[in-house]
């Protein structure tokens, strides 16, 4: 006994529909990747305790992102992948050592600067 499948085509139409379906899926998809950045938090710390300071993060472009720090805390938005400088200015004046890092394309990052 043998059985016979009719393979029938696919109209335009319904294919431009199923395509459809999926656009959404893509949109999604692009736009995820075009909003991801790194979620990065910085801890500045002076002889071992919390210490209030202003950080600046430059990458390589030579874009800066900076923020005050509150109980020796603050969060960076607007980074993106790639080697970025770190430096804290304290109140009193006093900059820590410039420090190279890499910040990956997405995820939390925890940055720790010590000023002097």
Known sequence: MTTRTTIQPVSRSRRGWRALGL????????ASVALAEPRVTVHVRRDGAAADATVTVTDERGRSVSCETVRGECSLAGLG???????????????????????PPDGDVSLFVSVP
Do not use: C, K, Y
Not at 23 to 30: A, H
């Open 81 to 103: 992948a790639g080697r970025h400088q770190v430096v804290a200015e304290s109140r009193d004046g006093r900059r820590s050592e410039p420090r190279t890092v890499m910040l």
């Open 23 to 30: 656009l959404p899926l893509g949109v999604w998809l692009v």
